[in-house]
């Protein structure tokens, strides 16, 4: 969980860059970026990233070293190419753009947000001792709820005010 947590941090403190979403404020206080300069964010960024799986490796007890590998590999995959990276990649193509298709939100929305929802499921039932069953039916409820999750703060996006939700409105 804590390594989860650090990722989640991590990919929150780059999402804000201003070559990404350019964002000033998060959860209503100056983003990294603002209090510390871009180049210290990109570093916070990064060593939290390496902390979270140096944590895993180090901090992980009574659990068999084939469930710690799977709980590494999960994490890894949902910020990759397959997750939090591929994600803000077609977020970042789609800028400007007014015509998104569903088809492309969805995407986004899976590999940004649901992606790392789901690995936080999926881990715990990976080092739980969860059954390759009992994985896929948690995978596709996080991915459902991580999708949930993304449409209400869409919602909210365009029917609340940057002070009530304590962000800028009106990015993916």
């Known amino acids: 969980a804590c390594a989860v947590e650090m990722i989640h941090t991590m990919s929150l403190i780059h999402d804000d860059l201003p070559c990404m979403d350019n964002d000033d404020l998060r959860r209503g206080k100056p983003t990294n970026h603002k209090v510390y300069g871009e180049d210290v964010a990109v570093l916070a960024g990064d060593a939290l990233l390496a902390f979270a799986f140096e944590h895993i490796a180090a901090a992980t007890t009574g ?3 084939s469930r710690i590998l799977g709980a590494v590999s999960e994490l890894a995959k949902s910020i990759g190419t397959e997750g939090l990276v ?9 800028t400007g753009n007014p015509r ?10 899976i590999h940004k947000t649901a992606a790392l929802l ?3 499921v999926v881990i715990g039932a990976i ?6 069953d009992d994985v896929a039916k948690l995978r596709k409820f ?9 449409v209400v703060d869409d919602i909210l996006d365009v029917t609340k005010s940057s002070e009530d939700l304590e962000k800028l409105l009106g990015k993916i």
Request: some cysteine; hydrophobic content about 45%.
């Open 127 to 132: 080092v739980g001792g969860g059954n390759n």
């Open 100 to 109: 998104v298709s569903l088809e492309t939100l969805e995407f986004i929305h």
């Open 142 to 150: 996080a991915r459902c709820i991580g999708l949930l999750f993304q």
């Open 118 to 120: 789901e690995a936080s």
């Open 63 to 65: 659990v068999t070293p």
């Open 86 to 94: 591929a994600g803000q990649v077609v977020d970042l193509a789609c």
